[in-house]
T-cell receptor
Framework: SQQGEEDPQALSIQEGENATMNCSYK?????LQWYRQNSGRGLVHLIL?????REKHSGRLRVTLDTSKKSSSLLITASRAADTASYFC??????????????FGRGTQLTVWP | KAGVTQTPRYLIKTRGQQVTLSCSPI?????VSWYQQTPGQGLQFLFE???????NKGNFPGRFSGRQFSNSRSEMNVSTLELGDSALYLC?????????????FGPGTRLTVT
């Protein structure tokens, strides 16, 4: 079963605008990771945020984590056409039996128009 | 450092055949995880290996198997292929395989079963 669920399923914006994607999950986690996938290709790791962190930045990316609400958001500022991709959040579970396993949501398809 | 490599990138097989996919992790990474991605089921965890030992396994039939070698390279095998096995197979490597390490994905192997 999938742990993370992204919202919205699809997002369409103009270049220069900000894009915000949300992720909700069900169980206690140790960390949450965001990935980008261009059509039919591998996943590119964007950022990892640990359960004891609330916010993290990387370039134009800003990720927040609210463990009380079991949710995370990914903000891409000043979007570019090259940001067009599917974005996934992935969580582990705070259980020893799930080592090495990530749970993915269905992803948000982001389209950035020139 | 070179990223995660997967071979072959594309495969076309016939129902009933078997297939072996290969994954070379990032140098120094000891954990390798495998995922299946389909439009219907999304990203699903197959199994994870750490230091040649399978530590975790997802909900897939016994036709799906894997192994890891002493140099951390991993292979997965699917026997008696079915049409539903058509998918993008992704492997990911991680430094320690614990909950606090990023997983980095390869470009995937696109398997088509006819």
């Amino acid at each position: 079963s999938q742990q993370g669920e992204e919202d919205p399923q699809a997002l369409s914006i103009q270049e220069g605008e900000n894009a915000t994607m949300n992720c909700s999950y069900k169980t206690s986690i140790n960390n949450l990771q965001w990935y980008r996938q261009n059509s039919g290709r591998g996943l590119v790791h964007l950022i990892l945020i640990r359960s004891n962190e609330r916010e993290k930045h990387s370039g134009r990316l800003r990720v927040t984590l609210d463990t009380s609400k079991k949710s995370s958001s990914l903000l891409i500022t000043a979007s570019r056409a090259a940001d067009t991709a599917s974005y996934f959040c992935a969580t582990d579970e705070d259980r020893g039996s799930t080592l090495g396993r990530l749970y993915f949501g269905r992803g948000t398809q982001l389209t950035v128009w020139p | 450092k070179a990223g995660v490599t997967q071979t072959p990138r594309y495969l076309i097989k016939t129902r009933g055949q078997q297939v072996t996919l290969s994954c070379s992790p990032i140098s120094g990474h000891r954990s390798v995880s495998w995922y299946q991605q389909t439009p219907g089921q999304g990203l699903q965890f197959l199994f994870e290996y750490f230091s040649e030992t399978q530590r975790n396994k997802g909900n897939f039939p016994g036709r799906f198997s894997g192994r890891q070698f002493s140099n951390s390279r991993s292979e997965m095998n699917v026997s008696t292929l079915e049409l539903g096995d058509s998918a993008l197979y992704l492997c990911a490597s991680s430094l320690g395989g614990g909950q606090f390490y990023e997983q980095y994905f390869g470009p995937g192997t696109r398997l088509t079963v006819t």
